[in-house]
């Protein structure tokens, strides 16, 4: 089983309507993060949660929000998807007392209609 | 916030080395040089991450040099398998967390029979 799972893996929606995207992980992490990847762009950060109570926003928070559930789940939100939305979703989770390194979900490709 | 320059692409053959090189010119102090490989349709993976002179694993080697205002990839003997997207990042994904890390548009090596 994948350390950082997502769900779901694919989703075609329509505009206005509220998606979650779900994400948890196994790793026992603190830090998780949630990203946007569109066709390039590379990833762009849209919100991050040190542990349970800190939830931050990144550099494209606009239209999204979070939630932090517990250690091992964040879940990402669009209230009201609009077609530029679309684009594949990747949550991921960090431990800074070694390299930092980020683990990445499968992430979680969105089309909105 | 420290930016990376990257080549958009590069083609190699199989069997050579491959070095990609990354411009980060306002690096700061506290600032650790990260590679990440990304497939399609996959989350991006580490690859190494150094602060200064050379790292090595069992993947690649990362140079930097005394100034540290850019660093390279070295790939030894790439197969078709190594063809992806290549991230430089660069920040203080330790202590900082990746709140102030961007990821850009990456380097696409794609390798050629």
């Known amino acids: 089983d994948a350390d950082v799972t997502q769900t779901p893996r694919n989703r075609i929606t329509k505009t206005g309507k509220r998606i979650m995207l779900e994400c948890s992980q196994t790793?026992?992490?603190?830090?998780m993060y949630w990203y946007r990847q569109d066709p390039g762009l590379g990833l762009r950060l849209i919100y991050y949660s040190f542990d349970v109570k800190d939830i931050n926003k990144g550099e494209i928070s606009d239209g999204y929000s979070v939630s932090r559930q517990a250690q091992a789940k964040f879940s990402l939100s669009l209230e009201s998807a609009i077609p530029n939305q679309t684009a594949l979703y990747f949550c991921a989770t960090s431990d800074p007392t070694d390299t930092g390194e980020l683990f990445f979900g499968e992430g979680s490709r969105l089309t909105v209609l | 916030l420290a930016k990376t320059t990257q080549p958009i692409s590069m083609d190699s053959y199989e069997g050579q080395e491959v070095n990609i090189t990354c411009s980060h010119n306002?690096?700061?102090?506290?600032?650790?040089i990260t590679w990440y490989q990304q497939f399609p349709s996959q989350g991006p993976r580490f690859i190494i991450q150094g602060y200064k002179t050379k790292v090595t694993n069992e993947v690649a080697s990362l140079f930097i040099p005394a100034d540290r205002k850019s660093s390279t990839l070295s790939l030894p003997r790439v197969s078709l398998s190594d063809t992806a997207v290549y991230y430089c990042l660069v920040g203080d994904s330790l202590w900082g967390g990746y709140q102030k890390v961007t990821f850009g548009t990456g380097t696409k090596l794609q390798v050629i029979p």
């Open positions: 790793k026992g992490h603190d830090r």
């Open positions: 306002n690096i700061a102090t506290n600032d650790y």
